[in-house]
């Protein structure tokens, strides 16, 4: 804007905030500000040239399909998914898009939300880390990108009406810190919010979350989105700080705020700051290209057939069945290796520009390939026992069958939940009648969110969970069965063995418009582990073809660096994905056993080591106090575990920290308890209760001083026959309160 335009009228601000068509801002020449076409996102670009829908109806341009957010978290590869985030980079530069709506960090709390295709991890460093990477690769090429969907959205069910009820603790801890990552660390250019309620105020006018902890704690300068369709009243979401209504234009919402500042209801500073960030944003996104420049789309769908390979778990290898040879007769059986569904359904649908068949690669890749569909995938899920006849038959023909599984097209999608995690029972038939004929049985699993492996786990020789992989994953799933490639992927979200073995069971997805998180920071493996609850696999594992040694850990005093030698111990090339958990102390506030804080993922020849250095932040072993409403580090003992997963722990030692907490005072209002821990109080109340004879343990094994630490210091002191009166506590607690006495007895305490 040139100082001599001008200034933009209310109205021309309200309009601009009010939005323009389905996928693009409006511009405002005067203003200086110029219109940034959106587009979904997340795992390729969504861009429709007409028309404009929010749950991939119509059609798009033709683009590269990468694995949706459940395969790549699955590579645990922060470099890969950065690569995969400057494809999609060139690609919406290309097609002169300037905001890609994604990545989408929430957390998966169930595994039956029907969108956990799009989302990364149960776990937030996870979700964090690849997020960050996702963000910081597509932003280095000028495109924007839009954090989604803040927060606490993590179901589909009644998605636009539901209110999560849920602790600031858990927020904190579980919900927020992916975001929270992301925005400090990468700056995403927009961040979109979601469309449910959060305690009760809804996402776009939660003034608390969009503008208190979003902008004043996080220091997030850019600009706030609302999701399609999420707005009401775009007046107290402009106060609360959504910056721009989404999708536009929304003449009443306009209307509305014009009429707000006229009547002194809105102050027009908030407006102008909505603005202020509109312009930032076109003037952050790289310039608009004269002539489009073209991506080199078979580089990209290499890229993408190398994500695939790095998404697939190796669940389970009887007897190192798999790699298969080329020369052995190979029965592949399954409609889904033929017709491979490759990405879930909703906004987040790409019009792939071409998609391999597992089934045509591994011809290409075996001397003698027989196939039958085995089932069919329409909706009704009832093939018939002629297409199961035909499979087990060649299924006992060969020398091995690969039976491929999965959910189809509708099982799972944006806009519903899913209700059970059984495969069609078609399937399970399917499996069971050729396990019964051939011992020798690969299952190769697709599906979005978490499918249970029961009750046939055990009659399947291997099985490999490919998740949804993108338009490569065809050739992917070839080359890993039969090599040169390797399955190199660890789980991001546990297996559970039932889904009522789920923390959010009772509470998933709520009543009516209410879900309560009542499992609190137990989401997923910090469940599982805190409660002893035994999972199908672990968060973390998944198998080689190869073996790995974990040796010589060494950690800092201060727990923050972390080193420790990794050895390829098998004969094949590998990779490794190292995970540091740290479990702190059970005070104040009850937490989960272990927390992931750091991960690393090495490629090792056979016999060869590496010495693998991680570094731990002062949040790794922090937890969100609530009185104090901060983050806090406890004194006390920290165990730093390493090993392949949440379950199997190699290698553990323990650092002792001094903590932040400060002493609380003493006074006649403080527990028993705060007394016996204060240096000062506490060895002067043991030693007069263990004179007095009552400190020694009952017949039970508790002391009269434990049974009493609950209580009010005040309150004890009325009871008959206890030694000391008001004014001598207060008199000592005034001393033991005072810093340097405190000091000096922490001396003699050593
Ligand atoms: C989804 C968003 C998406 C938007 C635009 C909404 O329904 O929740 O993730 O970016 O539509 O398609």
């Known amino acids: 804007m040139s100082p001599s335009t001008p200034p933009l009228s209310t109205r021309e601000k309200a309009e601009l905030v009010a939005g323009s068509g389905f996928w693009s801002t409006v511009a405002s020449e005067s203003g200086g500000i110029r219109s940034i076409v ?19 109806l119509g059609t798009a341009v033709p683009a590269t399909c990468f694995p949706p957010a459940t395969g790549l978290a699955s590579s645990w590869n922060v470099g890969l998914v950065e690569r995969v985030g400057v494809a999609l980079g060139e690609e919406a530069r290309a097609e002169g898009v300037g905001v890609l709506l994604g990545p989408g960090v929430n957390i998966k709390r169930s595994p039956l939300c029907g969108r956990n295709f799009e989302y990364f991890s149960e776990d937030p460093l996870v979700s964090g880390e690849l997020g960050a990477a996702w963000v910081r690769g597509l932003q280095s090429t000028g495109v924007g990108a839009s954090l989604k969907h803040f927060a606490a959205n993590n ?108 009547d002194g209801s809105l102050d027009e500073a908030v407006l102008d700051a909505a603005v202020s960030r509109l312009r930032s944003l076109s003037d952050r996104v790289g310039p608009p290209v004269a002539v489009p420049e073209p991506y080199d789309a078979e580089a990209h769908h290499d890229l993408a057939r190398a994500a695939a390979v790095e998404s697939m778990v190796l669940l389970r290898n009887e007897g190192g069945i798999l790699p298969l040879s080329p020369t052995e007769r190979i029965a592949v059986i399954g409609q889904l290796a033929r017709t491979p569904r490759f990405q879930g359904a909703g906004s987040s649908q790409v019009n792939a520009s071409r998609v391999d068949s597992a089934l045509e690669h591994l011809r290409a890749g075996a001397a003698e390939v027989t196939f039958e569909p085995g089932y069919s995938l329409d909706p009704v899920g009832n093939s018939g026992q002629s297409l199961l006849r035909a499979a087990v038959a060649v299924a006992s023909a060969a020398d091995v069958a690969v039976l491929f599984v999965g959910l189809g097209e509708g099982a799972e999608s944006e806009g519903y939940d899913r209700t059970t995690l059984e495969l069609p029972a078609d399937q399970v038939a399917l499996i069971a009648a050729i396990t019964a004929v051939q011992p020798r049985t690969v299952v190769v699993l697709t599906n979005g969110g978490v499918v249970s492996l029961e009750p046939w786990h055990d009659s399947a020789a291997a099985i490999l969970e490919t998740w949804l992989l993108g338009q490569g994953g065809g050739a992917a799933v070839a080359s890993v069965l039969l090599g040169p490639e390797f399955p190199t992927g660890r789980l991001a979200e546990s297996i559970p063995f039932r889904l009522q073995d789920n923390p959010s069971y009772l509470n998933f997805p709520g009543d009516g418009d209410e879900v309560r998180y009542a499992e609190g920071v137990f989401v997923g493996y910090r469940y599982y582990e805190s409660a002893e609850v035994p999972v199908r696999y672990p968060f973390g594992f998944g198998l080689g073809y190869t073996t790995f040694g974990y040796s010589d850990l060494v950690v800092s005093r201060d727990g923050r660096d972390v080193a420790v030698t990794v050895t390829n111990t098998g004969e094949r090339r590998g990779a490794e994905v190292v995970q540091v958990y740290v479990s702190a102390p059970a005070v104040p506030v009850r937490g989960p056993v272990r927390e992931l804080r750091a991960f690393d993922k090495v490629w090792l020849e056979p016999g060869e080591s590496r010495r693998v250095n991680l570094r731990l932040t002062d949040r790794a072993f922090s937890h969100w106090d609530s009185p104090s409403s901060d983050w806090i580090i406890e004194r006390g003992d920290y165990e730093i575990q390493v090993g392949p997963s949440s379950h199997d722990l190699l290698l553990r030692e323990t650092v002792t920290l001094a903590g932040q907490r400060a002493q609380k005072p003493l006074s006649l209002d403080s527990p028993v308890s705060d007394f016996l821990e204060h240096p000062v109080t506490g060895p002067l109340f043991r030693k007069a209760a263990a004179g007095r004879n009552k400190d020694g343990p009952t017949e039970g094994g508790t002391s009269v001083l434990d049974m009493v630490s609950s209580m009010p210091m005040r309150r004890l002191l009325r009871f008959p026959g206890v030694p000391v009166v008001a004014w001598q506590v207060r008199a000592l607690s005034t001393v033991a309160n005072l810093r340097p006495v405190r000091a000096i007895a922490r001396l003699f305490s050593r």
């Open 38 to 56: 959106v587009a979904d996102g997340p795992h390729g670009l969504r861009l429709q040239r007409a028309g404009g829908d929010h749950l991939g």
């Open 155 to 262: 179901q589909e069910t009644n998605r636009m009406t539901a209110s999560t009820e849920v602790d600031e603790r858990t927020l904190r801890e579980l919900y927020f810190p992916a975001f929270e990552s992301i925005v400090k660390r990468e700056k995403p250019l927009t961040v979109m919010c979601s469309y449910n309620r959060i305690n009760g105020v809804w996402a776009a006018e939660n003034r608390w979350l969009l503008t208190g902890v979003l902008r004043e704690e996080w220091g997030f300068d850019g600009l706030v989105m609302s999701d399609w369709g999420a707005i009401d009243r775009m007046v107290p979401a402009l106060a609360a700080g959504t910056d721009l209504e989404m999708p536009g234009p929304q003449r009443d919402s306009a209307d509305a705020i014009v009429a707000a500042i006229a």
